[in-house]
């Protein structure tokens, strides 16, 4: 369990300081075109922990998916097996070398994967005060800070490729950084219901929180 709490952690805190910038409306008004018009999507990720020194220290790839509203899955390939999947208000983490499953509700897993900041569920500007950061490594970004003080995390950042979902940077209460960058990215093109269905496969250990 203890790679599947890793890659959670990190997946969705990680921080990374955009110096020298103003706050701005465009960058957000573009975030906000997005998530109307990007009903869903389909995109390979690599997601990267970074150390206090700015060094890549873990690296993962894989394939992910999103159909607004409530559904999501990321498909973790490289270098271990790794399945979080959101669907009918749960969300389901399964670690493949463990075989162990791990069950939680939508609201108790906003600090888990930041999959569901985009999923339609979360009202970022219900939960989030949102300050445009301008430009940096080819993409426009949006700093979400949280309003609630008990969310886990500091701030995340959404990189926009030419007005597309680029990348994001989250960051945790606890100093740790990770970066994801999608590429390929394919919207509004139909995906099968069965992408977001899971079943425990059998043998593994289930734990419903």
């Known amino acids: 369990m203890e790679r599947i709490k890793y890659g959670i952690m990190s997946l969705l805190m990680a921080v990374a300081v955009m110096q020298g910038a103003h706050a701005d409306d465009k960058p957000i008004e573009q975030l906000r075109d997005f998530l109307k018009t ?3 999507l389909t995109a390979d990720f690599r997601q990267v922990a ?5 060094r890549a220290r873990k690296a993962s790839e894989g394939v992910f998916y999103l159909r607004r509203p409530g559904k999501f899955r990321w498909n973790y390939l490289k270098p271990f097996t790794q399945e ?6 749960k969300v389901w983490f399964y670690d493949e070398d463990l075989e162990q499953v791990t069950i939680k509700k ?3 897993s906003l600090g888990s994967t930041p999959a569901l900041l985009l999923s339609g569920d979360i009202d970022l500007e219900d939960n989030f005060i949102l300050e445009g950061q301008g430009s940096d490594e080819d993409m426009t970004w949006i700093k ?3 309003k609630n003080e008990d969310s886990g995390f500091k701030y995340i950042l959404i990189g926009l490729d030419k007005g597309k979902l680029g990348g994001m ?3 945790d209460n606890f100093g740790q950084l990770t970066r994801i960058y999608f ?3 394919k919207i509004n093109t139909p995906i099968d219901d069965g992408v977001f269905d899971f079943i425990p496969p059998a043998g593994a250990d289930v734990f419903e929180e």
């Open 106 to 108: 939508m609201d108790q």
């Open 144 to 146: 979400l800070l949280p």
């Open 50 to 54: 970074i150390d206090e020194s700015g």
């Open 169 to 171: 940077e989250l960051s």
């Open 84 to 89: 979080i999947i959101s669907n009918a208000g």
């Open 38 to 40: 990007a009903h869903s």
């Open 183 to 185: 590429s390929n990215l």
